[in-house]
């Protein structure tokens, strides 16, 4: 039964993936016959290379994400070089978490809130000192150079990748590697950097590629707090996508391959500097200095740190204020009244919402959970525990093409299939985009499971299903909830494939959530950031709560904090 | 790409809002080529089934039909007039109305496009779509709408079709019977009473008072419908030959005809908020930042949005609209039945209902929906031209002799050009 998981998975993330494309790449040379489109040219890369400002769209594109991405990575690696063991780190685990539980957009209007000139960081000000009397005209959000699109992205995905980290971190064998790096004299910060890292990383690189591939192409966010003259590549393919001169869907089309194009630049970019680094860094790993940095790095760790212990609370503060909120403007720091008429409005509203929610996004993570086990454990069985198959980077197609290449085409396949307005057809269609971050989550813990547990078993007679489900499972029970949880909250911050799929019969939190976003009232806007935000955090709490409370009498397997 | 006729024009994209959409409308256009050859083979001819001018069999038909109306859902008061209605045509008709709300009007009309491009010509899942411009231009140019039905609903008698413009136009495309008016919207200008007590009422005394006060003046990116909008409002003020722009713009005179534009903005754009380096998406961005404080003057596409945002606590009460001495533009918005819906019947029997009196009345009450009526008032019962006539308009709504005369409309050409040059111009600094 293991052995048709690996094609099961490939035609269910693939299928729809690649019905969808080809409607991409044709208009991009020219063919599209609706449109009178009937020979192959190049006069839409002609036009889109003449587009004014597209060396910046792209340019900007590619700074924002290896940014995000490399800003990321280093604060996530700074705070726990820097705290790993210590009250700090745990205090991390515990307050970052529930953050990856709330959506991209959320987080991105909650920071805009918080910098913007009218927002909660001026107005604090203006409270204490009377002045200024209005917002200065300050170009902070929307800057030309995406640094808050850039701050805004990494709020998001520091979470992500610190729950990757966490994930992966069991399997590295830590606390005995810097048990004796650190009996040897190595500082607790080079420690960490010489003997966890090079073996954290490489299970963590997949997660990495995936904010990378992400930051590159985001168009959510991008809308709130990235530049718009001109704006990124992604967001300008969106408006001639949209555009009425249908002319420019050609170059729509030429625009996304370009996109999926700068993906790949920004990958192999990343693999070089990896590469760079890993080579620069050598001789430093074994040169047996026992302080390396230390400083700079807690100072580093401090400081991003506190910026973001000043930054979230506040931006979760303005989505909690403003659902309460009565009329609230500039200069208050808090709203002039407080009303709980926002949310008695809405509360009647959203019971089947969020119980049609939490159905897709059950179905989605479990149908998914079961598929990454299955495909894990076919190549464990057949020998490929270590290297696993190359076919495993098809399942990550849906996180590095652009989205609004394929969705169209998997509409039009469901209604073909009739399963259109069905809970079948939104769960699969889920499961297009929750399968890539269970299985990202999952397949380096599963991997890098020690492989003398199977051969210990196997020496006392236990059959392969029988070590899979009395040890295995029941040892990766963390990795495994946490990638349940991750699915949920993917499952649940899906806008675009919900929309498009979930049509009438399927109404949820976040169709309700985008529809009542496009009338901009930030109290409606908070109420339901805030109500899409519940179910996932709920899901990573139980992720954390079930091993604690499981393993309470297993020491080792409760994992490291 | 240049010299191709454009089929559709930005101008047409208006209420409903289609702001935060762009995504929506991408994968709309992707699904419409997706079409392609479906489209050119079959041209069904337009079999009238079932016969609105049956309208008893229509009505008998409706009964215990589930109308799935797909309308922006942006608004709670609107959403609250739509259940309003559900209410009314179950206890008239026997209907259930279910309200799909959308975040743009295109998502119907992706799905309708996924529908005809999968071979579902009947038993289609959207009944009802509220719906104008650019997005009725196209679900009409590829044969996606049932009709001709609109002018044999009973309630149509009370609108004056041949009189009002608007009814038979919609954005320049005529109707043809297949779409049924339900709605009005005009430009106003909103600003802040505290910090503007005199408001600009021209192009001209606008651009001098952002120089006045730099920064204070945001209209949306032209990418979106309301920014689009407001360069053509421009355009139309400012142009030597206000007739030349009914014409389809070419490029002998295309820079001449523009050029009092041109240089207007080169004016504005540094006294712009963040002096033209950013520019809100929609309208929704714009009154936030009104509410803010950031900026002071404003522009919106619904006469009725700033009364109803005072009184939901979204803007400060200080806030009024106004109109340009010369005119604004304006448009109506309608509901269309796809050619495969399920329930016609009962969603010609929702749309009837929408055109009654009494739901019109009830939807410009300012504090519910705000939108202003389609029917002509000379046509109404007595009783009912006094009870619109007494209706009292919110606090920061204009009378409809205030609103005035709308602007006409140039040729879509226009706006196709002026927006490729505006982004050639200032959307890349």
């Known amino acids: ?561 | 790409m240049t010299g191709a006729e454009p089929i559709w024009n930005p101008m047409m994209l208006s209420y409903p809002p289609n702001d935060r959409t762009g995504l929506r409308q991408m994968l709309k256009r992707l699904l419409l080529s997706a079409l392609a050859a479906a489209t050119i083979a079959a041209t069904p001819a337009l079999a009238i089934e079932p016969d609105p001018a049956n309208w008893p069999a229509v009505v008998a038909k409706a009964r215990g039909q589930t109308v799935y109306w797909n309308a922006w859902g942006g608004e709670q008061r609107i959403n609250d007039y739509i259940a309003w209605v559900g209410t009314q045509v179950a206890a008239r008709y026997g209907i259930t109305l279910e309200h799909v709300k959308l975040a743009s009007t295109s998502d119907a009309v992706s799905k309708v496009v996924a529908e005809k491009a999968a071979g579902r010509s009947a038993g289609g899942t959207v009944d009802l779509i509220w719906i104008n411009g650019p997005n009725f231009a196209s679900m009409k140019q590829n044969g996606l709408l049932f009709g001709p039905w609109a002018e044999s609903l009973p309630n149509f008698r009370f609108v004056d079709a041949a009189g009002n413009p608007e009814i038979r136009r919609d954005f320049t495309v005529p109707t043809e019977g297949l779409e049924a008016p339900w709605d009005r919207a005009q430009i106003v200008f909103e600003y802040d009473g505290t910090y503007v007590k005199a408001p600009p009422r021209s192009a001209e005394a606008l651009l001098a008072w952002a120089k006045a006060n730099p920064g204070r003046f945001a209209f949306p990116d032209p990418s979106n419908f309301l920014g689009a909008t407001f360069l053509k409002q421009v355009l139309s003020e400012l142009a030597a030959d206000k007739a030349r722009l009914l014409e389809p713009a070419n490029d002998v005179d295309f820079p001449a005809a523009t050029r009092p534009l041109w240089a207007y903005l080169d004016a504005l754009t540094p006294a712009l908020w963040r002096g033209g380096r950013a520019y809100p998406a929609n309208s929704a961005e714009l009154r936030r930042l009104l509410a803010d404080r950031e900026i002071a003057i404003t522009l919106s596409f619904n006469p009725a949005e700033a009364s109803a945002a005072i009184a939901n606590r979204e803007l400060p009460d200080s806030v009024r609209t106004y109109v340009f001495d010369g005119g604004t533009i304006g448009n109506a918005s309608f509901v269309a039945i796809p050619f495969n819906a399920a329930h016609k019947e009962g969603a010609m029997v929702v749309a009837d209902f929408l055109l009654s009196p009494e739901a019109q009345l009830r939807k410009q009450d300012p504090a519910g929906f705000g939108g202003f009526t389609v029917l002509a008032a000379e046509r109404l019962p007595p009783d009912m031209r006094q009870a619109f006539a007494g209706q009292k308009r919110g606090i920061a709504t204009l009378s409809t002799e205030e609103l005035g005369a709308h602007l006409p409309e140039p040729h879509p050409s226009w706006m196709t050009r002026i927006e490729a040059e505006w982004k050639k111009r200032y959307g890349a600094r």
């Open chain 1, 1 to 561: 039964m293991f052995r048709f998981a690996p094609a099961a998975t490939i035609l269910l993330v693939l299928g729809p993936v690649a019905a969808g494309l080809a409607g991409t790449v044709l208009p991009a040379f020219g063919y599209l016959p609706a449109l009178g489109g009937t020979a192959l040219s190049l006069d839409p890369w002609r036009v889109l290379a003449g587009t004014p400002g597209l060396d910046r769209s792209v340019a900007v594109a590619l700074i924002v994400g290896l940014s995000t991405t490399a800003l990321s990575l280093a604060v996530v690696l700074a705070i726990s070089a820097a705290s790993y063991g210590t009250v700090a780190f745990a205090f991390a685990r515990r307050t970052l978490s529930p953050l990856l539980a709330v959506p991209h957009v959320a987080v991105a209007l909650g920071l805009a809130f918080v910098m913007a000139p009218s927002g909660l960081a001026f107005r604090i000000f203006a409270t204490f000192t009377g002045w200024p009397d209005r917002p200065p005209d300050l170009l902070i959000v929307n800057d030309p150079w995406g640094l808050s699109l850039c701050a805004g992205l990494s709020l998001k995905e520091i979470p992500f990748l610190f729950l990757m980290l966490l994930a992966a971190l069991p399997q590295t064998d830590a606390d005995r590697s810097l048990a004796v790096a650190r009996s040897l004299g190595y500082g607790r910060v080079a420690a960490w950097l010489k003997v966890v890292v090079p073996r954290l990383y490489p299970q963590m690189r997949l997660p990495v590629l995936a904010v990378l591939a992400y930051s590159v192409s985001a168009v959510d966010v991008a809308l709130v707090l990235g530049p718009t003259t001109p704006p990124l590549l992604a967001v300008r393919i969106v408006q001639w996508m949209s555009d009425p001169d249908l002319a420019l869907r050609f170059v729509a089309a030429a625009g996304a391959v370009l996109q999926a194009v700068l993906v790949v630049v920004a990958l192999a970019a990343w693999r070089l500097g990896e590469l760079a680094l890993s080579y620069l860094a050598r001789d430093w790993l074994i040169g047996g200095t026992r302080r390396a940095g230390d400083a700079a790095i807690r100072g580093f760790a401090a400081v991003t740190g506190a910026a973001m212990l000043v930054v979230l609370p506040l931006a979760a503060y303005s989505l909690v204020a403003w659902s309460f909120a009565d009329f609230w403007t500039y200069p208050q720091a808090a709203p002039a009244a407080w009303t709980l008429r926002n949310w008695t409005g809405e509360g009647a509203r959203v019971g089947h919402l969020l119980a049609n929610s939490l159905l897709v996004a059950l179905l989605a993570s479990a149908l998914s959970l079961v598929l990454a086990v299955g495909w894990l454990e076919n190549d464990v069985r057949r020998g490929r525990e270590y290297a696993g198959s190359a076919a495993l980077w098809i399942v990550y197609v849906p996180l590095v093409a652009p989205q609004i290449a394929y969705l169209p085409g998997i509409q039009i396949l469901l209604v073909r299939a009739a399963l259109d307005e069905t809970l079948a057809a939104v769960v699969l269609v889920h499961v297009v985009y929750v399968l890539p971050y269970v299985f990202l989550s999952l397949s380096d813990p599963w991997r890098t499971f020690d492989a003398r547990y199977r051969l210990a078993a196997a020496g006392l007679g236990a059959s392969p299903d029988r070590f899979l489900f009395r040890i295995r499972l029941p040892m990766l029970l963390r990795a495994l909830l946490t990638a349940f949880a991750l699915g949920v909250a993917v499952s649940i911050g899906q806008y675009v494939a919900t929309a498009l799929v979930a049509g009438a019969h399927w109404p949820t939190i976040t169709t309700e959530a985008i529809a009542l976003s496009a009338g901009g009232n930030r109290r409606i806007v908070a109420i339901y950031a805030l109500l899409q935000s519940a179910i996932p955090f709920v899901g990573f709490f139980l992720a954390l709560a079930i091993p604690a409370i499981v393993f309470r009498n297993r020491r080792a397997l409760r994992g490291a904090g």
